[in-house]
Nanobody, 122 residues
Framework: QVQLTESGGGLVQVGDSLRLSCAASGRTFSRYHMGWFRQAPGKEREFAASISWSGASTRYADSVKDRFTISRDNAKNMVYLQMNSLKPEDTAVYYC???????????????WGQGTQVTVSS
């Protein structure tokens, strides 16, 4: 069992940076691949980034590639999403999620946090 809690969201201006954190409980955290998903108002939740259990592999959606960086610290049971050059279209609730499979598919993620709101104002 893994419980996830996101933090670090807020209201920022276009071009600003923000770092989201996801704290995980449970001794099996390091066995899970971790992902960040986001859901904008009126839209379906979408994949943003993922990182393998070891941290050796990462994946990004085209919309965030070269601006966002996902990382993890297994010793601290933490996952991070560094977001740079933020745009209004990045406004969304951001969710941390864990999966045993190395996947982009939302339905294959077993554990989810409650989300943290990121609002980018122009």
């Amino acid at each position: 069992q893994v419980q996830l809690t996101e933090s670090g969201g807020g209201l920022v201006q276009v071009g600003d940076s923000l770092r989201l954190s996801c704290a995980a409980s449970g001794r099996t955290f390091s066995r899970y691949h971790m992902g960040w998903f986001r859901q904008a108002p009126g839209k379906e939740r979408e994949f943003a980034a993922s990182i393998s259990w070891s941290g050796a592999s990462t994946r990004y959606a085209d919309s965030v590639k070269d601006r966002f960086t996902i990382s993890r610290d297994n010793a601290k049971n933490m996952v991070y999403l560094q977001m740079n050059s933020l745009k209004p279209e990045d406004t969304a609730v951001y969710y941390c999620a864990g999966a045993r499979a190395w996947t982009l598919a939302e339905y294959e993620y077993d554990y989810w946090g409650q989300g943290t709101q990121v609002t980018v104002s122009s």
